[in-house]
């Protein structure tokens, strides 16, 4: 039920893998780039359980960006199956679990926003800025999620912040390829 940004496997990632938009799981990595038609399923959840655990289920997920070009960089949210895990498995946690990484995505389109009306290019101490600045919003948005919630266990609250959720993420819409162009 937290989530936490894995900065040392994402330059694993940027080294190893070629990611494409059009392939939303890099298998060989345990990696899941966020899509709206790929729900995460208990199966995603590989980790091994902490042992001194008080919850169900923690999903890790993270931002992360791939210069591809000089003309395009991809700004995404990603889910590491191989830190995620499940202690017991509940419809109910695995939509909060859910939500916690549509939150990481609504990060990236925040992010993919800024950069696409301040026209930040990627290699610049500005985007830098921006990518750690984010990535620290994100991890305080994911705490208050789980504050909010309890974990997912106050039902009602759970149900609100699905609702906020999905409406910023809706408003948003405009931002949802993960290629910015300059």
Known sequence: MKQSACFLLFGLLLVSVSCKVTNPIVEDTGIIMWSEERPLAW???????AEDTRWGAVTV???AYRIIDKNKTMVAAWFNKDQSWRAYERPDLLIHEQYHFKITELCAREMRKIV????IGPKTNEFIELYSNQTKLCNAMQKEYDDITFHGQNKEQQALQEQSINEKLKALEAFRNPIIEF
């Open 116 to 119: 696409t009306e301040k026209k």
């Open 61 to 63: 997920s993270f931002l």
């Open 43 to 49: 199966s995603d959840f590989r980790g091994p359980v």
